[in-house]
């Protein structure tokens, strides 16, 4: 049984492949926590997407792709945050607009690339084939979003509960609101690495949301959340060595499997007290 559990983990691309995901897992678990809480999950799928102009371009011209899916995505989200300040276009509406503006340019951006297959490992994601160098870009990112979150926890739980009564006692909501677009910019871009843009959008919602069914308070909800995404990369690592199949699909799949599990427990807790 030892050997069973040990054995994938002598391949050192499957160590550097399961702290990729970790780090990744937890940090999209934990920002995903707002992203349910302010019932913004359409828009880590919207910025998965609109990166693919920016890692066209960067493509085509040899630079990082990583810096052009970074400008990709800071220039969506601060451009939803814009166009959706004040209210005066709701803000699901400016997530619609430029998602789908983006997506298409990509998609004619990608018409001058010689092979689709070029650009499929971004598309698609390869968890086994991050190098050391992407591990310390992710850990950079990942250490400076949970640090951001950690420093304005009160402000953006706040403004997420109650944005009315924070405007009136000072905390811009609007800015909160931008804060957390940027910070779901380089999130985004990072996990594309791992899960691939079509995959991310799961990552980043799948886990909160199981975490919300079993708890309401914001902090529990983040561990919780957290420890599921952590979960399900070493299951989902261990189903793609043993099984050969796709490891990001596999560990997107063992999330939605915890979210079916929480659900079930929501439900019958739901059913006793309803009972009771």
């Given amino acids: 049984m030892i050997d069973w559990l040990l054995e994938p983990f002598r391949f050192s691309f499957m160590q550097t492949g399961l702290a990729a995901a970790i780090l990744v897992g937890i940090t999209c678990a934990t920002l995903g926590a707002y992203v349910v809480l302010r019932r913004m999950a359409f828009i880590g799928d919207a910025l998965a997407h609109t990166v693919l102009p920016g890692l066209v371009v960067a493509y085509l011209g040899g630079w990082s792709l990583f810096g052009g899916a970074l400008a990709a995505g800071m220039l969506t989200a601060l451009?939803?945050?814009?166009?959706?300040?004040?209210?005066?276009?709701?803000?699901?509406?400016?997530?619609?607009?430029?998602?789908?503006?983006?997506?298409?340019?990509?998609?004619?951006l990608m018409s001058r690339v010689r092979s689709f297959r070029d650009l499929s490992h971004i598309l698609f994601g390869n968890v086994l084939g991050v190098q050391t160098a992407d591990l310390?870009?992710?850990?950079?990112?990942?250490?400076g979003v949970l640090l951001t979150l950690f420093l304005l926890h009160k402000e953006l739980e706040l403004t997420s509960y109650d944005p009315?009564?924070?405007?009136?006692?000072?905390?811009?909501a609007d800015r909160m609101r931008m804060v957390l677009l940027?910070?779901?910019?380089?999130t985004v871009v990072?996990?594309?690495?791992?899960?691939?843009?079509?995959?991310?959008?799961?990552?980043?919602?799948?886990?909160a949301a199981a975490a919300a069914l079993l708890t309401n308070r914001l902090p529990r909800m983040m561990g919780l959340a957290a420890l599921i995404a952590t979960g399900s990369s070493l299951i989902g690592?261990?189903?793609?060595?043993?099984?050969?199949?796709?490891?990001?699909?596999?560990?997107?799949?063992?999330?939605?499997?915890?979210?079916?599990?929480?659900?079930?427990?929501?439900?019958?807790?739901?059913?006793?007290?309803?009972?009771g």
């Fill in 79 to 108: 451009g939803i945050g814009w166009v959706s300040r004040r209210g005066a276009v709701r803000e699901d509406t400016a997530i619609g607009v430029l998602f789908t503006a983006m997506f298409a340019l990509g998609i004619l």
């Fill in 136 to 143: 310390a870009q992710m850990a950079a990112i990942a250490a």
């Fill in 164 to 172: 009315i009564y924070a405007e009136v006692i000072g905390l811009s």
């Fill in 182 to 186: 940027i910070l779901l910019a380089f």
């Fill in 190 to 207: 990072a996990c594309i690495q791992i899960v691939g843009v079509i995959l991310t959008s799961a990552m980043l919602v799948t886990p």
């Fill in 237 to 275: 690592l261990y189903a793609s060595y043993y099984a050969d199949v796709a490891s990001g699909a596999a560990i997107v799949l063992t999330c939605t499997a915890f979210f079916g599990a929480a659900w079930l427990i929501h439900t019958l807790r739901t059913r006793g007290a309803a009972g």
